[in-house]
Antibody, heavy 121, light 113 residues
Framework: QVQLQESGPGLVNPSETLSLTCTVSGGSLNSNYWNWIRQPPGKGLEWIGYIYRSGSTSYNPALKSRVTLSLDTSKNQFSLKLSSVTAADTAVYYC???????????????WGQGTLVTVSS | DIVMTQSPDSLTVSLGERATINCKSSQSVLYSYDNKNYLAWYQKKPGQPPKVLIYWASTRESGVPDRFSGSGSGTDFTLTISRLQAEDVAVYYCQQYYNTPLTFGGGTKVEIK
């Protein structure tokens, strides 16, 4: 059974780059879509983007100019970088997979436990 | 972008009673080639990641109690909890996976009366 675990700094300075890694166990990055989703305190869920097994990516247009996703198949990890962060980027960040393929997606399952990232000096 | 609109924002229901949550998409999420609605429902509790309850609009995930059911097609969908239990207190989200950007509804908070 695939399990995901986020890791990275819990505190980031404004204007700097937020970097998170998701480690996948029990499965391979050579299948599925690998997603990042976030939830600001007291707010709803926002999809950030995905990276496909081929390395192709798709980003939320609202964040596209600041987001970079990457894969490291040797470590079975995928990563998120979000640049020029502000307090509005404070959120619980989740990694999640969907077992879609080609141009077709499926629901997010499973999810990591989530990690809180606070943007503050 | 497909905008997902949920109603109500919050819902207070007595134990054992029915809870109904609505979700409307700004365009159809029914794919004609496979006749499937690309819509899922999640349950979110504090400190936990979202848990998928329903996918393809009406297919219950394995292990999810049968008091949870999903219905609807095209642009209008409903999640029903037939007999609310204390452990069902949570925020519920719909999500479309028809196309990118993948989008969620704003959430519906379910509480006990």
């Amino acid at each position: 059974q695939v399990q995901l675990q986020e890791s990275g700094p819990g505190l980031v300075n404004p204007s700097e780059t937020l970097s998170l890694t998701c480690t996948v166990s029990g499965g391979s990055l050579n299948s599925n879509y690998w997603n990042w989703i976030r939830q600001p305190p007291g707010k709803g869920l926002e999809w950030i983007g995905y990276i496909y097994r081929s390395g192709s990516t798709s980003y939320n247009p609202a964040l596209k100019s600041r987001v970079t996703l990457s894969l490291d198949t040797s470590k079975n990890q995928f990563s998120l970088k979000l640049s020029s962060v502000t307090a509005a980027d404070t959120a619980v960040y989740y990694c999640a997979t969907d077992s879609g393929s080609g141009n077709f997606h499926k629901w997010f399952d499973p999810w990591g436990q989530g990690t809180l990232v606070t943007v503050s000096s | 972008d497909i905008v997902m609109t949920q109603s109500p924002d919050s819902l207070t229901v007595s134990l054992g009673e029915r809870a109904t949550i609505n979700c409307k998409s700004s365009q159809s999420v029914l794919y004609s080639y496979d006749n499937k609605n690309y819509l899922a429902w999640y349950q979110k509790k504090p400190g936990q990641p979202p848990k998928v309850l329903i996918y393809w609009a009406s297919t219950r995930e394995s292990g999810v109690p049968d008091r949870f059911s999903g219905s609807g097609s095209g642009t209008d969908f409903t999640l029903t909890i037939s007999r609310l239990q204390a452990e069902d207190v949570a925020v519920y989200y719909c999500q479309q996976y028809y196309n990118t950007p993948l989008t969620f509804g704003g959430g519906t908070k379910v509480e006990i009366k």
